[in-house]
């Protein structure tokens, strides 16, 4: 290991950096401006498709290709609520408001009840316009279906604004549009005692957008405050104990030009992703920060102390970085976009807060010593620094004398957490993601009780012309065989074909040029919803509020149960049918997701321990830290169960999350151990060295880390606080195993390979007296 160390020079790097100040404070500068520039084109993103689904992925191409291109749309609803809101000033009200919409950029269609009167009363008298309150009657009670999704009753009606679907607009069309709908409302002059109230996915996304900019903040302004407590009580033996902060977020900031760089979005995951940069990139500080104080209470000249501490930090920090970034490279296995974008800002960041801490903690650490040199001891020091060293020591001491019920109760619990993992459910709804009391949420809950659930499944049919007598048939059959079949879960089922066969007084034409005359007289908010050319359709079937309900699972075996219901209904030769939707689609995400989190852990694992194994060529050094994070994986599935807790995209990066913050622990006190191990000899003293020595510095930067984690509980977003939870714990128990599993396991693992060498070189020297003895060698020796 030495020899490798020296192979790359660290005492020259040491050197170098201590006699280049300048140089160093100048590329950080110019890298910190070049960031500020680029940070300017970071976009917020909300939970829409692109965040849960690869672009590149065919369940994608089905879904947004040819779903939402041809029928998809965003619906922005105007819930209208009276007495009597069919009354005709209110739909003289509504009239103008449609009128007006319909003239604005980028809607794409307006459905109402005001529409539907104005239109049926041109057709008798060629003038569009709301006539008297009993033609409206009239017209209302001939409408048939059309009026029961837009008026259930008559006290609450909706209008319905059609937008392209967010991949086309930009944020700041899309909100210029939402503007125009408030500033229409007014317009429109509703009567007194009438409300109208916007709601809808737009209207929703929107608001979840703005709330996670104002907030954003506030939580890492909080995350600064509690690590500055943590420092100041947990780091005090220190001189400039708060140093790390601002090398910190130095790193931060390059992260955050890097996102603007490579158009990494900010989503409420991909923010999740700062703190925990913050609380490991503040570790790399801390170990630097806390060995040149080491080697300054020693007395060593500031020169020698800040190379001797590049020495012997800067690689093994290297090696925690290495395995951290492994540990999130798992993420990148992920086929959820946002899991993605995840693991990228948590790989770049690190590498960004260790070249902080590396270059500009050591150059103003140095320089600051230098132009300050401390007394001889510094006051207070031994006191204050060997208090958590003491108590770490203190730890590891009783560990090891109780090693077997230690690693007892560490494996029992690890097992017994392995199994109650299997337990812990998966939120599905990402609606639960967001605060429960956010007006907009409260807004579309208020219009779901009223219209019913808007949950559907939808089945895309391709065929050379869909409006074939034959084929309008089998669509009919089809529906038919579903609310009957699925009448438990099957609240509708519409197509063209309903259309069709309503218009036709309840029959479907023989003849396709009477199939087509109706086709053409249907409105176009019909033909739009359920027809592209004469070659595409789709048959949407409403599951009313079933996903919140039944969970991924449920879902699932839902969704193939209707893939049952088609395979058993085979269509006619030359048709194509193929099950897409929005909840198709988040349940195959949330499957894939929340199953795949044990495979991103073992796939990080697996890549932690080759590349220790690369880096050490010893098994002992591959295994110590990996083993005490396998503990660690399990016990958090006792966390994750006990504490009512649920799998979510952000929590599912567990197994990575533990990887990343635990190995780097056990790292550098294995690093540590070894080097001690090298000076006295004795694992048992080499041991207490290490865990007085650094067991401050480990305590300092993991209470930090966990300080400023509890920030994220203070989030507004249920996903973000969940996750402050989950990686608290996860912080707290990774301390825990270091300071206890893993001290025992380097203790009795160097006492066997101690064993094994002293009984290698017994057999050696046994094979050599019998070589002697007889003059032949045994086995090659």
């Given at each position: 290991?030495?020899?490798?160390?020296?192979?790359?020079?660290?005492?020259?790097?040491?050197?170098?950096?201590?006699?280049?100040?300048?140089?160093?404070?100048?590329?950080?500068?110019?890298?910190?401006?070049?960031?500020?520039?680029?940070?300017?084109?970071?976009?917020?993103?909300?939970?829409?498709?692109?965040?849960?689904?690869?672009?590149?992925?065919?369940?994608?191409?089905?879904?947004?290709?040819?779903?939402?291109?041809?029928?998809?749309?965003?619906?922005?609803?105007?819930?209208?609520?009276?007495?009597?809101?069919?009354?005709?000033?209110?739909?003289?009200?509504?009239?103008?408001?449609?009128?007006?919409?319909?003239?604005?950029?980028?809607?794409?269609?307006?459905?109402?009840?005001?529409?539907?009167?104005?239109?049926?009363?041109?057709?008798?008298?060629?003038?569009?316009?709301?006539?008297?309150?009993?033609?409206?009657?009239?017209?209302?009670?001939?409408?048939?279906?059309?009026?029961?999704?837009?008026?259930?009753?008559?006290?609450?009606?909706?209008?319905?604004?059609?937008?392209?679907?967010?991949?086309?607009?930009?944020?700041?069309?899309?909100?210029?549009?939402?503007?125009?709908?408030?500033?229409?409302?007014?317009?429109?002059?509703?009567?007194?005692?009438?409300?109208?109230?916007?709601?809808?996915?737009?209207?929703?996304?929107?608001?979840?957008?703005?709330?996670?900019?104002?907030?954003?903040?506030?939580?890492?302004?909080?995350?600064?405050?509690?690590?500055?407590?943590?420092?100041?009580?947990?780091?005090?033996?220190?001189?400039?104990?708060?140093?790390?902060?601002?090398?910190?977020?130095?790193?931060?900031?390059?992260?955050?030009?890097?996102?603007?760089?490579?158009?990494?979005?900010?989503?409420?995951?991909?923010?999740?992703?700062?703190?925990?940069?913050?609380?490991?990139?503040?570790?790399?500080?801390?170990?630097?920060?806390?060995?040149?104080?080491?080697?300054?209470?020693?007395?060593?000249?500031?020169?020698?102390?800040?190379?001797?501490?590049?020495?012997?930090?800067?690689?093994?920090?290297?090696?925690?970085?290495?395995?951290?970034?492994?540990?999130?490279?798992?993420?990148?296995?992920?086929?959820?976009?946002?899991?993605?974008?995840?693991?990228?800002?948590?790989?770049?960041?690190?590498?960004?807060?260790?070249?902080?801490?590396?270059?500009?903690?050591?150059?103003?650490?140095?320089?600051?010593?230098?132009?300050?040199?401390?007394?001889?001891?510094?006051?207070?020091?031994?006191?204050?620094?060997?208090?958590?060293?003491?108590?770490?020591?203190?730890?590891?001491?009783?560990?090891?004398?109780?090693?077997?019920?230690?690693?007892?109760?560490?494996?029992?619990?690890?097992?017994?957490?392995?199994?109650?993992?299997?337990?812990?459910?998966?939120?599905?709804?990402?609606?639960?993601?967001?605060?429960?009391?956010?007006?907009?949420?409260?807004?579309?809950?208020?219009?779901?009780?009223?219209?019913?659930?808007?949950?559907?499944?939808?089945?895309?049919?391709?065929?050379?012309?869909?409006?074939?007598?034959?084929n309008l048939r089998w669509i009919d059959d089809f529906e038919s065989y579903l609310l009957?079949?699925?009448?438990?879960?099957?609240?509708?089922?519409?197509?063209?074909?309903?259309?069709?066969?309503?218009?036709?007084?309840?029959?479907?034409?023989?003849?396709?040029?009477?199939?087509?005359?109706?086709?053409?007289?249907?409105?176009?908010?019909?033909?739009?919803?359920?027809?592209?050319?004469?070659?595409?359709?789709?048959?949407?079937?409403?599951?009313?509020?079933?996903?919140?309900?039944?969970?991924?699972?449920?879902?699932?075996?839902?969704?193939?149960?209707?893939?049952?219901?088609?395979?058993?209904?085979?269509?006619?030769?030359?048709?194509?049918?193929?099950?897409?939707?929005?909840?198709?689609?988040?349940?195959?995400?949330?499957?894939?997701?929340?199953?795949?989190?044990?495979?991103?852990?073992?796939?990080?694992?697996?890549?932690?321990?080759?590349?220790?194994?690369?880096?050490?060529?010893?098994?002992?050094?591959?295994?110590?830290?990996?083993?005490?994070?396998?503990?660690?994986?399990?016990?958090?599935?006792?966390?994750?169960?006990?504490?009512?807790?649920?799998?979510?995209?952000?929590?599912?990066?567990?197994?990575?999350?533990?990887?990343?913050?635990?190995?780097?622990?056990?790292?550098?006190?294995?690093?540590?151990?070894?080097?001690?191990?090298?000076?006295?000899?004795?694992?048992y003293e080499a041991m207490k060295i290490t865990a007085n020595r650094i067991g401050s510095?480990?305590?300092?930067?993991?209470?930090?880390?966990?300080?400023?984690?509890?920030?994220?509980?203070?989030?507004?977003?249920?996903?973000?606080?969940?996750?402050?939870?989950?990686?608290?714990?996860?912080?707290?128990?990774?301390?825990?195993?270091?300071?206890?599993?893993?001290?025992?396991?380097?203790?009795?693992?160097?006492?066997?390979?101690?064993?094994?060498?002293?009984?290698?070189?017994?057999?050696?020297?046994?094979?050599?007296?019998?070589?002697?003895?007889?003059?032949?060698?045994?086995?090659?020796?």
């Open positions: 290991m030495e020899g490798f160390i020296g192979m790359i020079g660290m005492e020259q790097l040491g050197g170098w950096i201590t006699r280049n100040p300048i140089i160093i404070i100048a590329i950080a500068v110019l890298m910190t401006l070049g960031s500020l520039h680029y940070a300017q084109n970071i976009e917020s993103q909300g939970m829409t498709t692109e965040t849960f689904v690869s672009k590149d992925s065919a369940l994608y191409q089905l879904y947004d290709h040819l779903y939402q291109e041809n029928f998809g749309s965003d619906g922005n609803m105007i819930l209208i609520e009276g007495d009597d809101v069919a009354k005709a000033e209110v739909l003289s009200a509504s009239l103008r408001l449609s009128d007006h919409m319909k003239k604005v950029e980028h809607v794409t269609g307006v459905s109402s009840i005001a529409d539907i009167v104005a239109d049926a009363e041109y057709e008798i008298s060629g003038i569009r316009r709301i006539p008297s309150q009993e033609r409206i009657d009239e017209i209302l009670t001939n409408a048939g279906t059309a009026v029961q999704s837009l008026m259930p009753d008559r006290k609450h009606s909706r209008m319905i604004v059609g937008m392209p679907t967010s991949g086309v607009l930009s944020e700041a069309q899309r909100s210029k549009l939402l503007l125009e709908i408030n500033n229409a409302l007014d317009f429109a002059e509703f009567p007194a005692g009438y409300s109208t109230i916007v709601t809808g996915d737009p209207s929703f996304q929107a608001s979840i957008t703005a709330l996670m900019n104002s907030s954003n903040g506030s939580i890492l302004a909080l995350c600064g405050v509690l690590m500055v407590v943590a420092l100041l009580l947990f780091f005090r033996h220190v001189r400039w104990s708060l140093l790390p902060i601002p090398v910190v977020l130095l790193g931060i900031i390059w992260t955050f030009g890097a996102m603007g760089l490579f158009h990494i979005k900010m989503s409420m995951v991909t923010f999740a992703a700062f703190p925990i940069m913050i609380g490991i990139g503040i570790d790399y500080a801390i170990q630097f920060h806390n060995r040149i104080d080491e080697e300054l209470s020693k007395g060593e000249p500031i020169l020698d102390a800040s190379i001797n501490t590049i020495n012997h930090v800067a690689f093994p920090v290297i090696i925690a970085l290495t395995v951290t970034v492994a540990g999130f490279v798992s993420l990148l296995s992920s086929s959820v976009p946002m899991i993605n974008d995840f693991g990228k800002i948590c790989i770049i960041g690190l590498i960004m807060c260790y070249l902080s801490a590396l270059f500009v903690n050591v150059t103003i650490l140095y320089q600051s010593e230098k132009r300050s040199p401390r007394k001889k001891k510094m006051e207070g020091h031994s006191e204050d620094g060997s208090s958590f060293g003491a108590i770490v020591q203190k730890m590891a001491t009783y560990s090891i004398e109780k090693w077997k019920p230690v690693l007892a109760v560490a494996l029992i619990f690890a097992l017994a957490g392995n199994y109650a993992d299997t337990l812990v459910p998966i939120e599905t709804d990402s609606k639960n993601y967001i605060p429960q009391d956010l007006a907009p949420l409260i807004d579309l809950k208020h219009m779901k009780n009223i219209y019913g659930g808007t949950d559907s499944i939808n089945f895309l049919i391709q065929a050379d012309d869909v409006t074939d007598p034959e009957t079949a699925r009448e438990d879960r099957t609240q509708a089922t519409t197509s063209i074909a309903t259309y069709v066969k309503a218009a036709n007084g309840g029959e479907l034409p023989d003849d396709k040029t009477r199939i087509r005359e109706i086709i053409a007289t249907l409105p176009s908010s019909v033909t739009n919803a359920y027809l592209s050319g004469h070659n595409l359709a789709v048959v949407n079937v409403n599951i009313g509020d079933v996903q919140s309900n039944l969970g991924t699972e449920g879902m699932s075996r839902l969704i193939a149960s209707y893939e049952d219901d088609l395979a058993w209904n085979t269509p006619p030769p030359g048709i194509s049918v193929r099950i897409t939707g929005q909840s198709v689609l988040m349940t195959t995400v949330m499957t894939a997701l929340t199953s795949g989190r044990v495979e991103m852990s073992l796939l990080g694992l697996v890549l932690i321990f080759i590349l220790l194994l690369i880096i050490y060529r010893d098994l002992i050094k591959a295994l110590l830290p990996v083993l005490p994070m396998l503990v660690v994986i399990g016990w958090m599935g006792l966390v994750m169960y006990y504490g009512g807790l649920k799998y979510t995209p952000l929590t599912a990066t567990l197994g990575a999350l533990v990887l990343g913050v635990g190995s780097e622990y056990a790292i550098l006190m294995m690093e540590r151990f070894y080097e001690e191990l090298g000076n006295v000899g004795d694992p510095a480990l305590m300092a930067s993991g209470m930090t880390v966990i300080f400023g984690f509890a920030a994220l509980i203070a989030s507004p977003f249920n996903i973000i606080s969940n996750f402050g939870v989950v990686t608290v714990m996860s912080v707290v128990l990774a301390l825990f195993t270091t300071f206890t599993v893993f001290v025992v396991l380097a203790i009795r693992m160097e006492i066997q390979r101690e064993v094994f060498e002293n009984a290698k070189q017994d057999l050696k020297k046994a094979i050599s007296l019998i070589n002697n003895k007889s003059g032949r060698k045994i086995n090659g020796y």
